[in-house]
């Protein structure tokens, strides 16, 4: 009877164990997604803390040029996306009207 016992409470004991595991990499891989969601910022603000850097002599005129070059084209082009995007779901909600 108390080796019966024994082995349910270890049973017990190995599933709340394996709860916790799967709880905890639930909880890191949470955290690693929004980590990596904040690795990708928004445009005017990257080209804000440029603009800093530039005022602080930490890239030259010409660093700086180039990086705001590059920043408003891919800005335009994210634009230009979303714009396609909103008239294909607007020409969609018209279909089913």
Known sequence: MEKQYLQLAF???LLAV???GL???FHFLRKWREYSDE??????????????MH????????????????MRARIQVAATVS???????TEDA????
Do not use: H, W, Y
């Open 11 to 13: 049973a017990v004991f």
């Open 55 to 70: 005022s602080r002599g930490e890239l030259s005129d010409e660093e700086f040029r180039k990086i705001t070059t590059d």
């Open 18 to 20: 394996c709860i916790l």
């Open 94 to 97: 018209s279909k089913t009207d």
């Open 39 to 52: 690795d990708q910022q928004n445009p005017d603000t990257m080209l804000s803390k440029f603009r800093e």
């Open 83 to 89: 714009e396609e995007t909103e008239i294909v779901f």
């Open 23 to 25: 709880a905890l990499t």
